[in-house]
């Protein structure tokens, strides 16, 4: 490609020697032709003016030119400069009029417009005068409705102050209604309940045919199913409230009770105990009593179908107690499950980040470390969630030499940019990749960070590229500069180090360090810092012959620094 460019070039060359040549030849004939026309004129003027030139005293006629031509050309000058003085005034003047004539039209508009504003001025000086009287009036007014408004508030305050004090007192009161009513309902609750229970007995009594000692009524007039009609509890509340919502204390309601009211039982025959204890332990006694004796009838009679309900619910039993130990044994396998695989997640994720977070303060350090500061930053990673990492976030926290702790999101572009590769080259030692491709990353880099990355790139590509040769260049680099040439030359940068054992599925399992890592890196850089240290370059040009883009590539290893 080069030689082709240089034939091109040289072509070119080679067809315009021969036109510079011709004009070169033609120039020197039109200067020798001047020079003989010039010598005709002078020898054929000499004749002629020789009498002109011994009257003034000059020798010949170019002296006489030489003299009067300079006195010529400066009275030509000064004429030139007077007339363009003289009409630069003119037109001066001519302006200054048309400014003077401007100005006193302007100056009698503003004659004319103060005279109309002192007119107008007179004028609303009397309507001032009326306004300020009728002003007077309604300031008047105003005191007047002030005044009222005050007696108004006054009288508003004492009304509010009275609605507030009833507002109280009917409050108060509606409390005492609610409490009230609250009590009602719960001594309807209880009188229901006790009717019920009253007409439940005195069924079962007429149902069983047990004798009931009664002061009055009958339990064949006793209806075996409880009566439609609103009971006497309900009754009893209603009138109540609607006592309370017409206000009349005194109103009366007819209340239509069961036929369970007119039946009295006969106490006189209950024991001693059962009239004088409590209510509780009365009914507690009687219920063990009526438990036992059920129990003792229940044996008197016994049921023919009490063996096979047994041996059904057996087998119920077994079936329910099966189901219930495989139930227990899915779930006890499905937690074990569980349990290894959250173990074997949590392991993955702790070897990564227990490596990382060992990787990332020495790569950080080596990108980092200058002569003025040899222990470099610090860069360290933190769990969100300890124990249960994979589930919440990593806090990344990187400190520049010299520096104060801050949040990530307060460092400069180019400390991001430094914190960034080291993430990366530290990623890299765990899962190795077979290359790395970082397009323009130093953009935020000045010049000493610039050289600080070209180094540490070479160093940890600089294994393979002795091993491998020249040929196989580990480090490549590549840039665009438009100014260098007239051409459109991108380089190319790759740094290398590859190795068989981090291709195969062994060694992606296993975290490796950086010793051990080999890859290769493919960078696109305009820094000339960064490509001039790899260990090839990779160039486009554009090919003009062609009209089409062409690749040069140069081992740089082969001019050693």
């Known amino acids: 490609a080069a030689a082709t460019e ?40 000499q004749p002629i003016f020789s009498g002109f030139c011994q009257q003034l005293g000059i020798e010949s006629l170019e002296v006489f030119e030489n003299q009067l031509l300079p006195a010529t050309e400066a009275a030509d000058e000064r004429r030139l400069q007077f007339t363009t003085q003289l009409s630069r005034l003119n037109s001066q003047l001519e302006f200054e009029k048309q400014q003077l004539e ?47 408004l005050a007696d108004l508030k006054s009288k508003y305050g004492d ?56 002061v009055s009524g009958s339990l ?30 005194t109103q009366s309601s007819t209340i239509s009770l069961e036929d369970t009211d007119d039946i009295v039982a006969d106490y006189s025959t209950l024991p001693q105990h059962a009239k004088s204890g409590l209510p509780a ?59 290894t695989v959250r173990k074997r997640r949590h392991d993955l994720f702790m070897r990564c980040y227990n490596h990382l977070s060992t990787a990332i303060d020495h790569a950080y350090k080596a990108l980092t470390q200058s002569p003025l500061f040899p222990l470099g930053g610090t860069a360290y990673l933190a769990l969100e969630d300890p124990d249960s990492p994979y589930l919440a976030g990593v806090k990344y926290h990187a400190m520049p030499p010299l520096k104060r702790f801050r949040d990530m999101d307060q460092l400069s572009g180019g400390e991001k940019t430094v914190a960034a590769l080291a993430l990366l080259f530290s990623l890299q030692t765990f ?7 970082l397009d323009e990353v130093d953009a935020a880099l000045d010049l000493a960070n ?52 981090e291709m195969s599925g062994s060694a992606m399992a296993q975290p490796v360090t950086h010793a051990s890592t080999d890859f290769q890196f493919i960078v696109i850089s305009l820094k000339q810092a960064l490509f001039e240290r790899a260990h090839s370059l990779v160039g486009i040009y554009r090919d003009q012959m062609q009209n089409s883009s062409q690749v040069l590539t140069m081992d740089l290893e082969q001019y050693p620094v």
């Open 6 to 45: 240089r034939k091109h070039l040289e072509s070119l060359i080679s067809q315009c020697e021969p036109v510079c040549s011709q004009a070169s030849n033609e120039l020197e004939s039109a200067q020798s032709e001047r020079e003989a026309i010039s010598e005709r004129i002078r020898s054929a003027a």
């Open 102 to 148: 401007q100005a006193t039209a302007k100056l009698n508009k503003l004659l004319e417009t103060l005279e109309s504003d002192r007119r107008l001025l007179a004028g609303l000086g009397s309507d001032m005068g009326r306004e300020q009287h009728e002003m007077t009036g309604l300031v008047a007014q105003i005191a007047t409705l002030r005044t009222e």
């Open 159 to 214: 009304a509010t102050e009275s609605v507030h004090s009833a507002r109280h007192d009917l409050e108060q009161g509606q409390k005492e209604v609610d409490a009230i009513s609250k009590e009602l309902l719960a001594k309807t609750t209880d009188l229901e309940r006790a009717v019920a229970e009253k007409a439940a007995v005195l069924r079962r009594c007429k149902i069983e045919d047990i004798p009931l000692p009664l």
């Open 220 to 249: 064949q007039a006793l209806a075996l199913e409880a009566g439609n009609g609103a009971s006497i509890g309900s009754q009893l509340a209603e009138s109540y409230m609607s006592q309370l919502s017409l206000g009349d204390a």
């Open 281 to 339: 332990a009365v009914d507690q006694k009687f219920v063990e009593d009526i438990s036992r004796l059920s129990t003792e009838i229940d044996a008197l009679n016994p049921n023919p179908h009490a063996r096979e309900r047994l041996e059904a619910a057996r087998t119920r039993l077994n079936e329910i107690e099966f189901e219930h130990n495989a139930a227990r044994q899915e779930a006890k396998d499905a937690k074990s499950t569980f349990q």
């Open 431 to 437: 899962r190795p990749a077979p290359f790395f491709v």
């Open 450 to 501: 610039v050289a600080k990355l070209a180094n540490y790139l070479r160093e940890h590509a600089r294994s393979l590229a002795d091993n491998e040769g020249p040929e196989d260049g580990a480090e490549t680099a590549t840039a665009e500069d438009a100014g260098a040439s007239p051409y459109s030359l991108r380089q190319s940068a790759r740094i290398r180090k590859t190795t068989n054992e």
